[in-house]
T-cell receptor, first 109, second 115 residues
């Protein structure tokens, strides 16, 4: 039973536009959320995180928003670049990270 | 600093054979995780260790799977006997140490194909 869900398997965005990746979770005990980025033939790498005491965290072009009442978080990438094309995983803790199935982002020139 | 090191990177074997995947975590990290990635299920946690002790193995699919961590710098994931449905990419990750933020550091994965 997946406790972290990414319902969009893929997303295509034009370069320069905003990419919005969504994630829902079911376990109200989760208090720390992370986004990972994965290129083909590589392991996932950490991108950005947010604690449940915040509703927004920003790092350069990447911003994560958390809506605890809706048990929803989103990753915004502005502006999107072709190098952002990858699979993005949402994850939640405590304990071992629970991952979603991932969203494959394609940024076209 | 060396990252998480996994071997082999690729393994092709026949059904019924034993498969052993290996992992060396980042030095100083005290938690180690084994994940499996498939198209259907995404990244699934199989088992994780804290200070070499298995904490949660509820994700291990069945008795054919076993994992050990004999010391802080080495872990194995064994599948015996292997089946075609075990074909996936297996990732090892570690975390912990000074300044721990809960972030996991992943290896490059071991791609297993069982024919």
């Amino acid at each position: 039973d997946q406790q972290v869900k990414q319902n969009s398997p893929s997303l295509s965005v034009q370069e320069g536009r905003i990419s919005i990746l969504n994630c829902d979770y079911t376990n109200s005990m989760f208090d720390y959320f992370l986004w990972y980025k994965k290129y083909p033939a590589e392991g996932p790498t950490f991108l950005i995180s947010i604690s449940s005491i915040k509703d927004k965290n920003e790092d350069g072009r990447f911003t994560v928003f958390l809506n605890k009442s809706a048990k929803h978080l989103s990753l915004h990438i502005v502006p999107s670049q072709p190098g952002d094309s990858a699979v993005y995983f949402c994850a939640a803790s405590p304990g071992a990270l629970n991952f979603g199935k991932g969203t494959s982002l394609l940024v076209t020139p | 600093d060396a990252g998480v090191i996994q071997s082999p990177r690729h393994e092709v074997t026949e059904m019924g054979q034993e498969v052993t995947l290996r992992c060396k975590p980042i030095s100083g990290h005290n938690s180690l995780f084994w994940y499996r990635q498939t198209m259907m299920r995404g990244l699934e946690l199989l088992i994780y260790f804290n200070n070499n002790v298995p904490i949660d193995d509820s994700g291990m699919p069945e008795d054919r799977f076993s994992a050990k961590m004999p010391n802080a710098s080495f872990s194995t994931l064994k599948i015996q006997p292997s089946e075609p449905r075990d074909s996936a990419v297996y990732f090892c990750a570690s975390s912990g140490g000074q300044g721990n933020t809960g972030e996991l550091f992943f290896g490059e994965g071991s791609r297993l194909t069982v024919l």
